[in-house]
């Protein structure tokens, strides 16, 4: 039970942490219930996507965010969210998630 506890709070700590970067970097184009991420293992190959919040809740979705905390931290160079992956793989974690939506 203070295991799961623990994780619980984990997970609400990593999305305060999250929500604060993409309210900070939050664009006019982006709509509501969405956030903006920067998909690309380079800066000249990244491309720009808008994706749900609801995303922020599938586990393979925060995998990816977690990749991102360890090669970048919160400062991101692109000035928004960037997740290091190739696109196929980010398509196949974001078609999951969409499916179980």
């Known amino acids: 039970m203070g295991i799961r506890l623990l994780s619980k709070i984990a997970g609400v700590r ?30 000249k190959k990244k491309k720009r996507y808008i994706v749900p919040i609801a995303y922020l809740n599938h586990s393979s979705f925060q995998e990816l965010l977690q990749k991102a905390e360890e090669e970048f931290g919160f400062q991101h160079s692109m000035g928004g969210l960037t997740i290091p992956c190739n696109e196929d793989a980010f398509f196949h974690v974001t078609s999951r998630s969409n499916n179980s939506l």
């Open 14 to 43: 990593q999305f305060y942490k999250f929500q604060y970067v993409v309210t900070r970097n939050q664009l006019s184009d982006v709509p509501k219930g969405h956030f903006a991420v920067y998909v690309g293992e380079t800066d």
